[in-house]
């Protein structure tokens, strides 16, 4: 069975403390990995997507990298507008496309 | 650009009471997908429509749920009748390739009284 597991459930950071968000996953051949942000309230928005193993996608402070086995997101010197929940999804090789979601990290960034 | 549309943003209801939903896509975007939400989870996967044909419905729950999408653009999810437990968050996706990057809308909050 497709799983996405994501790590840890929540994590608290001081404003410019970087850190790494796990995401886990295992799949019936992997077509890609999507990374999303959700704010309160709103849709997840579009961040990354890895397609193999030692890819690397960038985006300001967010730095997404691809293993066989996991993922990670590298959050570097953080900013309160940083705070959100982070989704990680998997699209199986098989599918018709549909995304395979994990609960997210909720993450917290204070001034 | 404009994104993917959605309403009504937030509905209450009683349980046994029916609801729908609507979705506009991204302009173009050819693939169409519900899923809900509930509090404390990741988005699941309702169903799937590549134009005005169903690609994937095998967690919908066909017994209360269901979806339609007449002309290949705008979508429409009912429920009826409602249960305590459908209360969620609805999101509509779209993207313009089968296995492409989805863009979601904001979603409609649903509780269930």
């Known amino acids: 069975e497709d799983q996405v597991t994501q790590s840890p459930e929540a994590l608290r950071l001081q404003e410019g403390e970087s850190s790494s968000l796990n995401c886990s996953y295992t799949v019936s051949g992997l077509r890609g990995l999507f990374w999303y942000r959700q704010d309160p309230g709103k849709g997840p928005e579009f961040l990354f997507t890895?397609?193999?193993a030692g890819e690397e996608k960038e985006k300001e402070r967010l730095k997404a990298t691809l293993t066989k086995k996991e993922s990670f997101l590298h959050i570097t010197a953080p900013k309160p507008e940083d705070s959100a929940t982070y989704l990680c999804a998997v699209q199986a090789g098989g599918s018709q496309g549909n995304l395979i979601f994990g609960k997210g990290t909720k993450l917290s960034v204070k001034p | 650009e404009a994104g993917v549309a959605q309403s009504p943003r937030y509905k209450i209801i009683e349980k046994r009471q029916s609801v729908a939903f609507w979705c506009n896509p991204i302009s173009g975007h050819a693939t169409l997908y519900w899923y809900q939400q509930i509090l404390g989870q990741g988005p699941k996967l309702l169903i799937q429509f590549q134009n005005n044909g169903v690609v994937d419905d095998s967690q919908l729950p066909k017994d209360r749920f269901s979806a339609e999408r007449l002309k290949g653009v705008d979508s429409t999810l009912k429920i009826q009748p409602a249960k305590l437990e459908d209360s969620a968050v609805y999101l509509c996706a779209s993207s313009f390739l089968r296995q492409g990057e989805q863009f979601f809308g904001p979603g409609t909050r649903l509780t269930v009284l």
């Open positions: 890895l397609y193999s």
